[in-house]
């Protein structure tokens, strides 16, 4: 038994530090240069607001770049989000009566017939970017080659339960998201930010063609390069998003709700998961009897998400540096309860999923 715990321990090990060359080289790695101005068209599908929420769509009124609009949806006129968007005297916005299972694509459905842009980005309604944000992204888009881009966001968490997710993401979400391309893997992208052409949308059959699934960004993603044999790239821009005011529950039903869309999507990589909970299998060993393993394989782990969450992210909760390998301890958790069940709870509503990631009522 000791023997297996001691391969295990040195898979995490080896692991963490693939995932440490991976921030490495993405930090070391150059931004190409923009050279073309093309007409851009940001989609935002809304529902609700948060504490962060004027604030994060006001930021896309303050980028620097020449010739690009703001399209806000929502399904319902009576939504929420609507008086902060009717605000912005530069923003359009509409609503759908567009149904589909995944509510969010809808809106992008209905976006995209009125985009007028000949590259379309799409990022969530809690997203702050920078006034450099376009020039960045799209500079990855001048070549052929590359289908998509999308980039990491910065966890900005509003109370403890928040602040713990917080952690999560960024010194585990964000080093395991890197080492995707550092592997080989090219088929992800990320709500925060998903940049493509027009053209290409249209190739894959729109938006409507992820309509049915849970993870309308990797289904995008992965059409694109599938389909078109084009890749997708990982900008080195890095954006703000909200982590609100989640209680425990919510923050665990997001958790599980996050790993059962994992599993149904990428059957094969979830079941590799927990390879990447450093921190669990340093308890383990401790508990076993082997301090020192325990306490090295724990350095790596927070060598790994320091240099992942503040380094590259600038996320203050990636300071609180005893934390990291105590979040791996709740990541099993929630790898365990992603293990099984077919429903999942989302914008207030439960729904079940299929095997293949579509939602089935």
């Not at 909970?277 to 306490?295: E, K, T």
Request: aromatic fraction near 8%; hydrophobic fraction near 45%; proline fraction near 4%.
């Amino acid at each position: 038994m000791i023997y297996f715990l001691y391969l295990v321990c040195g898979i995490a090990a080896a692991y963490q530090l693939v995932a440490l060359v991976a921030v490495v080289r993405h930090l070391l790695s150059r931004e190409r240069v923009i050279t073309q101005f093309p007409k851009v068209s940001i989609l935002k599908p809304v529902h609700g607001r948060d504490p962060f929420f004027e604030e994060a769509i006001g930021s896309h009124m303050e980028i620097d770049y020449p010739d690009y609009e703001v399209l806000f949806c929502v399904a319902d006129a009576a939504d929420e989000a609507v008086p902060a968007v009717r605000q912005l005297s530069e923003a359009t916005l509409h609503v759908t009566s567009i149904r589909t299972p995944n509510a969010k694509v809808a809106s992008m459905i209905e976006l995209s017939r009125h985009a007028r842009g000949t590259v379309l980005i799409v990022n969530d309604g809690d997203i702050r970017v920078t006034p450099d944000y376009l020039r960045r992204v799209l500079g990855g888009l001048e070549d052929p080659r590359v289908g998509i881009v999308t980039c990491l966001y910065r966890p900005i968490p509003e109370g403890i339960s928040a602040a713990w997710e917080a952690i999560g993401i960024a010194t585990d979400f964000a080093p395991s998201t890197l080492v995707a391309p550092l592997v080989g893997i090219n088929e992800f992208g990320l709500g925060s930010t998903l940049c493509f052409r027009a053209e290409d949308l249209r190739a894959i059959g729109g938006f409507e063609s992820v309509a049915e699934y849970i993870a309308d960004d990797y289904q995008l993603a992965s059409r694109i390069t599938r389909q078109l044999g084009k890749r997708a790239m990982m900008s080195r821009l890095v954006v703000d998003t909200n982590i609100g005011y989640r209680d425990w529950v919510g923050a665990w039903k997001h958790q599980v709700r996050w790993a059962r869309t994992i599993r149904v999507s990428r059957g094969d990589g979830y079941l590799g998961l927990p390879v990447t909970h450093a921190g669990f299998w340093a308890l383990i060993a401790l508990l076993c009897g082997a301090g020192q393993v325990a306490l090295g394989l724990a350095a790596i782990r927070i060598l790994t998400g320091f240099v992942a969450g503040y380094v590259l992210l600038r996320a203050p909760v990636a300071l609180a540096l005893p934390l990291i390998p105590l979040w791996d301890v709740t990541a099993f958790c929630v790898w365990i309860a992603g293990l099984t069940g077919d429903t999942v709870e989302w914008r207030g509503k439960r729904q079940r999923l299929a095997r293949d990631g579509r939602i089935t009522g």
